[in-house]
């Protein structure tokens, strides 16, 4: 099968990036042909796989690019097209007309105009369907934009997404949280499956353990670190936190470290290669998702949990879906700063509790995130849109 590929970067900087990228390699193990069409490479590369740059084809709006992905169509000639990551609801519409089409929705976008599914004027997490009421909430619970043209903008989006997605043949979502917001907003049951991503299993190492406590992801408010700092201030037993990681909040957490003098047992790495970021996961003795928002999945969790570390994090979104507590981690109730600093103790100072935990985080990825089993029901939803 020739498959097309749109997805906005194949940069390091999320885990809808860390997903497709594997995906495209996994794609040609499995003997397909993908092609790849995004606004920005960055560095990634794969022998034989094509990648188009096209950066018109990402614009939140507007035709420019439509004439840009029929020349890929034509020039590539593929079967059908797995959209990921595109803001532009119309280029989505355009690839369903000319040939089956596949979306995986990572994100919250589709139902979501503020994209978080948090109010975060009271910090509560929205349950709510798609609708008119979320230019209500806007401006009652700073959800979304405020500026009237920059909120229509998110919400006639959101709608047109929605809108589109009754037309493609297939919806794929990471987690069953995300596919159950796309249910209470419209779509059929029949139109969305969930397909877990897959994790690479390391070999077994002999262990380099330092014990750090390892952070990784976007540092932006629903990622939640200024609320793990908040936790590491109260741990009363000594730790090393790495922060691997970069974004707008870069500097309000490190100021915010030195104010809570914590800031010698932080350390802030920026955005790590895939390999030193192998590395963290391997020196670890824990990994803490300390998101805020509804996580639609948390790649991190099970990436971390494949070498053998336990995860504790809030409880919120696709995360239980992976998170098995006092099973392979430790869950902890959405922003409770004392619990969350009371379970990172815990993994600290119990070395046989933490071991075990960590084996069983490995085995359950093992089986449970499996490439070829993952894989084969990806290409066998391919073949479904083909038949």
Not at 80 to 104: K, M, Q, S, W, Y
Not at 202 to 230: C, Y
């Amino acid at each position: 099968m020739r498959v097309l590929i749109l997805q906005d970067a194949l940069t390091p900087g999320g885990g809808t990036a860390i997903v497709v990228t594997r995906m495209v390699e996994a794609l040609v193990d499995a003997g397909c042909t993908p092609t790849v069409a995004c606004r920005d490479r960055g560095t990634w590369s794969l022998r034989g796989v094509p990648v188009y740059e096209v950066p018109e084809l990402f614009q939140p709006s507007g035709t420019s690019g439509f004439g840009h992905l029929q020349a890929v169509i034509d020039q590539e000639r593929p079967d059908l097209v797995h959209v990921h990551d595109v803001r532009n609801a119309g280029v989505i519409r355009l690839a369903a007309e000319r040939l089956p089409t596949i979306v995986t929705i990572h994100v919250h976008n589709a139902y979501c105009p503020g994209g978080s599914k948090v109010f975060w004027r009271t910090d509560a997490t929205c349950t709510r369907p798609l609708g008119v009421p979320c230019l209500i909430h806007a401006y009652a619970h700073r959800c979304a934009a405020r500026h009237p043209v920059r909120l229509w903008r998110q919400f006639a989006f959101s709608k047109e997404l929605m809108s589109t997605l009754q037309q493609v043949r297939r919806v794929l979502t990471l987690s069953n949280y995300v596919r159950e917001r796309l249910l209470q907003s419209g779509l059929s049951p029949d139109r969305v499956t969930v397909l877990e991503p897959w994790v690479e299993i390391p070999p077994v190492t002999g262990s380099n353990e330092d014990g750090s406590v390892l952070f990784a992801g976007r540092l932006t408010r629903e990622k939640g670190l200024a609320t793990m700092l908040r936790a590491l201030a109260l741990v009363r037993v000594p730790f090393t936190a790495v922060i691997a990681g970069d974004g707008p909040l870069r500097r309000a957490c490190e100021k915010l470290a030195s104010d809570l003098s914590i800031d010698r047992s932080v350390r802030f790495c920026g955005w790590l290669s895939t390999t030193a970021l192998r590395e963290e996961y391997a020196r670890s003795a824990l990994l803490v998702v300390p998101s805020i928002w509804p996580e639609p999945f948390g790649m991190v969790g099970p990436e971390a949990m494949a070498y053998g570390k336990p995860v504790v994090a809030f409880d919120v979104g696709g995360v239980r879906e992976w998170l098995i507590h006092e099973a392979n981690g430790l869950l902890v109730p959405r922003g409770d700063i004392l619990g969350l600093a009371a379970a990172i103790m815990r993994l600290l100072t119990h070395n046989e509790f933490r071991a075990e935990l960590g084996g069983a985080a490995r085995e359950f990825v093992a089986k449970r995130f499996n490439q070829r089993l993952q894989v084969s029901r990806l290409v066998a939803s391919y073949s479904e849109l083909l038949n």
